[in-house]
């Protein structure tokens, strides 16, 4: 499975992005999906997931409200759709697909990572 992202780049706070992920292989509409992020210096922290079908999501508390993961299995796609961005929101953004139909926020539930894309919130 590969995992390439797309759509990082320079914002201004306040503003939006919308990053996507695609993913090669058949078993991307079998598993979970999830996006993390990176900031320099910093561990890498979860941002959200979403079940195999879409039914199910889940947020961090730092990005719930502002931020909607989907997906389209159709086209082996997963979106994160990125809303009132503040400077602390500038990571590396990592897509990555779960082990099972159903992840949470553990990285250790992912078994495949992308190269990541970068996104900069100016103050």
């Known amino acids: 499975v590969q995992l390439v992202e797309s759509g990082g780049g320079l914002v201004q706070a306040g503003g939006s992005l919308r990053l996507s992920c695609a993913a090669s292989?058949?078993?991307?509409?079998?598993?979970?999906m999830g996006w993390f992020r990176q900031a320099p210096g910093k561990e890498r922290e979860f941002v959200a997931a979403i079940s195999w079908r879409g039914a199910s999501t889940h947020y961090a508390d730092s990005v719930k409200g502002r931020f909607t993961i989907s997906r389209d299995n159709a086209k082996n796609l997963v979106y994160l759709q990125m809303n009132s961005l503040k400077p602390e929101d500038t990571a590396v953004y990592f897509c990555a697909a779960g082990r099972r139909a159903i992840a949470g926020s553990g990285p250790v539930e992912y078994n495949y990572w992308g190269q990541g894309t970068q996104v900069t919130v100016s103050s």
């Open positions: 292989g058949r078993m991307f509409s079998n598993n979970a």
